[in-house]
């Protein structure tokens, strides 16, 4: 009895022992499902958190303005936070995020002539896309070179020193944003004239004087100031433009689910 007795004690112990290990194990197995479901709901909120900054953008009618903000964004995001970035201390180079890709399309020569003044040739984006190119497209790159490219042909037209051509960026914009005054033609009526002539001299580091042939002589061919106003213009008609987001061709990245791609394409309106 007594040798019985001490079996079936053993025996509750080892029970109680196993239904204690059960316990645990169970609850662990508890904790690390709901800490894989913590995980897996923080991705996915950081995944949302991250494609709302570009969604806002996934729309008809984003201006040109507004690109310029989102090629500024993908690039620093692409050197900071993406596989290409160089930077030993920035994040992408442990994180292996897929870089994104900004395309920005006007499609064809037409819709390229309607950032131009009287629908002439393209002056300013067809000297930065170069040849017959209406596409532009940021992709693995680390630097918005699109702005880099607009602002290496503009930043001397917005320079404000005695010696500039112009009255610093509010002269070239002035210019810029009243370009049909200043382009007087040999029919052009007096009142014109002088209207053309004070917006010259209110903007331009020159002075216009003398007859109706001297004006006309000046405002269009000296120093070719007209030239560069019409490439302002551009520019100008450019931050004005809409695109519509091509939403069909935004891609997301299967593993991680972010925003890799985005594609947009001038709808020919303006502001």
């Known amino acids: 009895m007594e040798n019985a007795s001490k079996a079936l004690i053993i025996a509750g112990s080892i029970l109680i022992a196993l239904m204690i290990i059960g316990a645990v194990l169970l ?5 690390s499902n709901y800490q ?18 570009y969604e806002t953008y996934n729309r008809d009618n984003v201006r040109g303005s507004d690109l310029y903000s989102l090629l500024n964004r993908v690039a620093d995001y692409n050197r900071r936070k993406s596989e290409v970035g160089v930077n030993n201390e920035d994040e992408g180079v442990d ?6 890709t900004i395309i920005v399309s006007f499609k064809d020569n037409n819709n390229l002539k309607k950032l131009t003044y009287n629908n002439k040739e393209s002056q300013l984006f067809k000297k930065i896309l170069g040849g017959s190119k209406y596409t532009f497209e940021i992709n693995k790159q680390t630097s918005n070179t699109f702005r880099d490219s607009i602002n290496a042909e503009i930043s001397e037209l917005e320079e404000d020193k005695p010696t ?3 009255k610093g960026k509010s002269g070239i914009q002035n210019l810029a944003s009243g370009i049909s005054n200043l ?5 052009s009526d007096e009142k014109a004239i002088l209207k053309a002539r004070d917006l010259y001299n209110n903007n331009v580091n020159l002075t216009v004087t003398g007859g109706k042939a001297t004006e006309n002589n000046i405002m269009r061919k000296k120093d070719d100031i007209f030239e560069d106003v019409e490439f302002y213009y551009e520019y100008i008609q450019f931050k004005r433009a809409y695109f519509d987001c091509k939403s069909e061709e935004v891609v997301y990245n299967r593993n991680t ?5 985005m594609t947009f394409e001038f709808n020919g309106k303006f502001e």
């Open 164 to 166: 500039s051509k112009f």
């Open 183 to 187: 382009d007087i033609k040999s029919s």
């Open 95 to 100: 994180s292996q995020f897929q870089p994104m």
């Open 36 to 53: 894989n479901i913590q995980d897996k709901d923080t991705k996915e909120a950081q995944i949302v958190k991250f494609n709302n900054q």
């Open 27 to 31: 609850m662990f197995n508890s904790l």
């Open 257 to 261: 689910g972010r925003i890799t791609s």
